[in-house]
């Protein structure tokens, strides 16, 4: 098993272009998650979704949008960019509630 | 809704020296995660603790969830270069029994072991 990947792993975007951060993962999870690491401030949660079809905002949603049509894939899109999204952003995925997530390894974003 | 306090927020050692980092949480924690993280890279799960008094071990790591489930401990034994990193703790967010298909994390704590 591959696991939860991202793609890229880095990017340097202009301020007002738009992006989509690719998140996939191969464990059948029906949990998928998007955080924002910024330095010294742990993760924030972005988005997230319970299964395909579902999505719900997190604490940060502002700037962002998702979609789950399939199990395996939870994009992460950004429409206008600004540089409060430079950050590192991760994926997760868990397959219950009750047990622990799945992080992939980041993407690197810097607006600029 | 959870909040969790980490403590200290970096911590410098000497290879083979033991050290501890606390997690302590504004509710009752009902499953508490330790992960790992090196710089550039993603979050590597280490341990979940669920029960109060319960105390977990990997290698020269040991976490332990206190009798009162509010404070979460790491360990580690014989400090090496290895464990450096960043290590984060998680708690299920809605402070209930049955897990939460959210987490809430903790700011981290920055490990450096010099050799």
């Known amino acids: 098993n591959a696991g939860v990947t991202q793609t890229p792993k880095f990017r340097i975007l202009k301020i007002g272009q738009s992006m989509t951060l690719q998140c996939a993962q191969d464990?059948?999870?029906?949990?998928m998650y998007w955080y924002r690491q910024d330095p010294g401030m742990g993760l924030k949660l972005i988005y997230y979704s319970v299964g395909a079809g579902i999505t719900d905002k997190g604490e940060v949603p502002n700037g962002y949008n998702v979609s789950r049509s399939t199990t395996e894939d939870f994009p992460l899109r950004l429409e206008l960019a600004a540089p409060s999204q430079t950050s590192v952003y991760f994926c997760?995925?868990?397959?219950?509630?009750?047990?622990?997530?799945?992080f992939g390894p980041g993407t690197r974003l810097t607006v600029t | 809704s959870q909040e969790l306090e980490q403590s200290p927020q970096s911590l410098i050692v000497q290879e083979g020296k033991n050290l501890t980092i606390n997690c302590t949480s504004s509710?009752?924690?009902?499953?508490l995660y330790w992960y790992k993280q090196k710089y550039g890279e993603g979050l590597i799960f280490l341990m979940m603790l669920q029960k109060g008094g319960e105390e977990k071990s990997h290698e020269k790591i040991t976490a332990k969830l206190d009798e009162k489930k509010q404070q979460s401990s790491l360990h580690i034994t014989a400090s090496q270069p290895s464990h450096a990193g960043i290590y984060l703790c998680?708690?299920?967010?809605?402070?209930?029994?049955?897990?939460?298909?959210?987490?809430?994390f903790g700011k981290g704590t920055k490990l450096t072991v010099n050799p």
């Open positions: 998680g708690a299920d967010k809605s402070g209930t029994q049955g897990g939460s298909e959210k987490l809430v």
């Open positions: 509710k009752t924690l009902y499953g």
């Open positions: 997760a995925s868990k397959p219950t509630p009750s047990l622990e997530q799945y």
């Open positions: 464990m059948n999870h029906n949990y």
